[in-house]
């Protein structure tokens, strides 16, 4: 059992090109969140989706975007990188939203 | 706004014990996790408490008080697998997970 899965596992990519982070589980889990982790913060939620053809807004939405077409797959775009979006991004997913959740190994996006 | 609050690092000796403190203020409370973390992976799940009092689970304990937005998180016999950071996290009323920045564990010989 893979558990949560995320691809590519590092990046080096242009400032304004376009990238989507894919996300795959297949515990039928159905929420799944977007995180970033960066030095001296906590992990900031970017978006989540509660069940599968719904998604909603976290702390920090702004230039990216999700989609969540079915239950396994929750890719996160960013539209136009930029410098600040340079970070570690985590995959995460939930049985129901007041369980543990489990995350993927996390994505080291590096934006020049 | 909402916050959680952790020490950013601490250094124990390997065989001994050290609690690691929580503090948090949130729209509302739907319980509070514990994370383990180590360097360059993944957060992995240690513990969950939504009621007053200790849970143990073998060498890690959790405790929380709702009345003082306070938890900790209890490492006994310590080995050097334990150095990692340790995040602590709270759902708020819209069940949504806040998150500490996380705490530094240092086990030295």
């Known amino acids: 059992i893979a558990g949560i899965t995320q691809a590519p596992t590092s990046q080096i990519l242009a400032a304004g090109r376009r990238m989507t982070l894919r996300c795959t589980q297949d515990?039928?889990?159905?929420?799944m969140y977007w995180y970033r982790q960066d030095l001296g913060l906590g992990l900031r939620l970017i978006h989540y989706?509660?069940?599968?053809?719904?998604?909603g807004k976290g702390e920090v939405p702004d230039g990216y975007s999700v989609s969540r077409a079915n239950t396994d797959d929750f890719p996160l775009t960013l539209a136009s990188a930029v410098p600040s979006q340079t970070s570690v991004y985590f995959c995460?997913?939930?049985?129901?939203?007041?369980?543990?959740?489990?995350f993927g190994q996390g994505t080291r996006l590096t934006v020049v | 706004g909402q916050n959680i609050d952790q020490p950013t690092e601490m250094t124990a000796t390997e065989g001994a014990i050290v609690q690691i403190n929580c503090t948090y203020q949130?729209?509302?409370?739907?319980?509070l996790f514990w994370y383990q973390q180590h360097a360059g992976e993944a957060p992995t799940f240690l513990s969950y408490?939504?009621l007053d009092g200790l849970e143990e689970k073998g060498r890690f304990s959790s405790f929380l008080s709702r009345s003082k937005g306070y938890s900790y998180l209890l490492l006994k016999e310590l080995q050097m697998k334990d150095s990692a950071s340790y995040l602590c996290a709270v759902r708020d009323k819209d069940y949504q997970l806040i998150w500490g920045a996380g705490t530094k564990l240092i086990i030295k010989p």
């Open positions: 989706s509660n069940t599968a053809g719904t998604t």
């Open positions: 949130t729209s509302g409370f739907n319980g």
């Open positions: 515990m039928r889990h159905n929420a």
């Open positions: 995460a997913s939930s049985d129901s939203t007041n369980t543990e959740a489990f």
């Open positions: 408490n939504v």
